[in-house]
């Protein structure tokens, strides 16, 4: 029972091993169950593909991101102004301060990690802290009710200080990739040890 590389498309089997499977699917009434020896649909492998490619596109460039203290940095700026400390409720002060800091690269990021005017009260010391330290506010992250140093560790700066901000390729495209690959792999192999789909079972019994 061999495996056979000669038409990897068409079947992994030698023939010996293609001509016992043949038996066995027609000895064998699979519980009363007729199993034809037909590929898998093009549809379905269509749809596998495209909610793959969906999945990473959606997610580009970077899975499992933190916000960092440079995008709450404007927010806390903007706690102390007039027209935010005249407002008659937390959410309405929320809202101005998001108002205020409308039209930059980082909407999409801040409408995704949202802050309630609570949350805003609580990193604000530390962001200005690190702030008055003159530190590098994307090295930082926002976890929770912590701003805490980012979990990563690049290059060294000029200052000596290193570099602590996601890089654009995540960890986890790596896991995925490899598990990806593996999960196709698998199947392809598991599909083309079998019979090559010329070949149907008659189920004569």
């Given at each position: 029972?061999?495996?056979?590389?000669?038409?990897?498309?068409r079947?992994?089997?030698?023939?010996e091993?293609?001509?016992?499977?043949?038996?066995?699917?027609?000895?064998?009434?699979?519980?009363?169950?007729?199993?034809?020896?037909?590929?898998?649909?093009?549809?379905?492998?269509?749809?596998v593909?495209?909610?793959?490619?969906?999945?990473?596109?959606?997610?580009?460039?970077?899975?499992?991101?933190?916000?960092?203290?440079?995008?709450?940095?404007?927010?806390?700026?903007?706690?102390?102004?007039?027209?935010?400390?005249?407002?008659?409720?937390?959410?309405?002060?929320?809202?101005?301060?998001?108002a205020?800091?409308?039209?930059?690269?980082?909407?999409?990021?801040?409408?995704?990690h949202?802050?309630t005017?609570?949350?805003?009260?609580?990193?604000?010391?530390?962001?200005?802290?690190?702030?008055?330290?003159?530190a590098?506010?994307?090295?930082?992250?926002?976890?929770?009710?912590?701003?805490?140093?980012?979990?990563?560790?690049?290059?060294?700066?000029?200052?000596?200080?290193r570099?602590?901000?996601?890089?654009?390729?995540?960890?986890?495209?790596?896991?995925?990739?490899?598990?990806?690959?593996?999960?196709?792999?698998?199947?392809?192999?598991?599909?083309?040890?079998?019979?090559?789909?010329?070949?149907?079972p008659?189920?004569?019994?």
């Open positions: 029972m061999s495996w056979s590389f000669d038409s990897p498309l079947t992994l089997s030698d023939e091993k293609v001509r016992k499977d043949e038996v066995l699917w027609e000895n064998d009434n699979l519980g009363g169950v007729h199993e034809d020896n037909n590929p898998v649909p093009a549809p379905v492998v269509w749809l593909g495209l909610t793959v490619v969906t999945a990473f596109a959606i997610t580009f460039p970077l899975w499992g991101q933190r916000p960092t203290a440079a995008l709450y940095e404007p927010y806390v700026n903007s706690m102390d102004k007039p027209e935010v400390l005249a407002a008659k409720d937390d959410k309405e002060a929320m809202a101005r301060i998001v205020m800091n409308k039209g930059t690269p980082n909407d999409a990021l801040l409408e995704r949202p802050l005017m609570d949350d805003l009260r609580i990193v604000a010391p530390q962001i200005k802290a690190l702030e008055s330290k003159g590098h506010m994307h090295d930082f992250e926002v976890v929770g009710d912590k701003v805490v140093t980012a979990n990563f560790e690049g290059n060294y700066r000029a200052d000596g200080s570099i602590r901000q996601q890089p654009w390729w995540d960890k986890g495209y790596t896991i995925d990739l490899f598990y990806l690959s593996y999960f196709f792999l698998s199947v392809f192999i598991m599909i083309k040890r079998l019979p090559p789909t010329s070949w149907q008659k189920h004569d019994h």
